[in-house]
C-alpha cells in the first residue's frame, strides 16, 4: 500500500492525474483557435481517469460546472490539464481541473480554464457503487471540499428557485417591466 493509499480512503494526492497534449490544426476552429468541445473532451478524460483512479470504479460524468474559458489556446500550445478529486459524496466525486496553455517557443503559460466535473461512481451491474473517503492533508485541500460542499448546496438552492419560477412564472406589469430594457421585443399572440 503506497504512502497515499490508505484502508478507510485516498488522500487528494492518490488520485491526483495530470494530461498533456500538444494542439494541432485539426483542434482549431475557423477562427484559428481551439475548440472550445475539444477542450472540454480532454477534461472530460482526466476527470474520468482521476475519479476512477480514486473510486477504483467506472465513473460517469453528471454534470460539469463552471466553464470559462478564460484565454484561447492556439495551435502548437501544450495544454496540460491537472485534476483532483476536491469533494466525495456516497457515490458521487467532484473533480477540479486546471487546464494551461504553453508556448514553448515563447516559454508563454497563461490559464486558460478551471472547471468542476461532478462524477459518479458505477459498479459492474451499473448501480451506484459507494466510494471511499476523501483523506484531507492539507488547508488547501480542506478549502477545496468546502468550496465543493458550498457549490453543490449553492447550485441545489438555486435549481429549487427556479423550479418556483417556472411554476409561478405570470406575464404581468413586473415582468415586463424587468424586461423592459433588455435587448428583446415582446409580441405575444392573442
Not at 477504483?56 to 490539464?81: K, Q
Request: glycine share 6%; proline share 2%; with cysteine.
Amino acid at each position: 500500500m503506497s504512502v497515499e493509499q490508505h484502508a478507510d480512503g485516498h488522500t487528494v494526492r492518490y488520485s491526483q492525474t495530470t494530461l498533456t497534449e500538444l494542439m494541432i490544426p485539426a483542434y482549431a476552429n475557423f477562427g484559428g483557435k481551439i475548440h472550445g468541445g475539444t477542450l472540454l473532451s480532454l477534461m472530460d478524460k482526466v476527470a474520468y481517469v482521476c475519479a476512477s483512479k480514486h473510486a477504483r470504479n467506472y465513473c460517469v460524468t453528471v454534470s460539469v460546472d463552471n466553464v470559462h474559458f478564460l484565454a484561447p489556446v492556439e495551435v502548437g500550445d501544450l495544454v496540460s490539464l491537472m485534476a483532483s478529486v476536491n469533494y466525495v459524496g456516497s457515490s458521487s466525486l467532484v473533480v477540479g481541473i486546471k487546464v494551461i496553455a504553453e508556448n514553448v517557443q515563447t516559454a508563454t503559460v497563461k490559464h486558460t480554464n478551471t472547471s468542476y466535473f461532478t462524477m459518479v461512481a458505477k459498479s459492474e451491474g451499473a448501480t451506484k457503487a459507494v466510494v471511499p473517503p476523501l483523506i484531507l492533508e492539507s488547508v488547501e485541500d480542506m478549502r477545496r471540499f468546502s468550496a465543493a460542499l458550498r457549490r453543490r448546496r449553492l447550485r441545489s438552492y438555486t435549481s429549487e428557485r427556479m423550479d418556483d419560477y417556472k411554476t409561478a412564472f405570470v406575464v404581468d406589469e413586473e415582468t415586463r417591466a424587468f424586461l423592459a430594457n433588455e435587448r428583446c421585443e415582446i409580441r405575444l399572440e392573442g
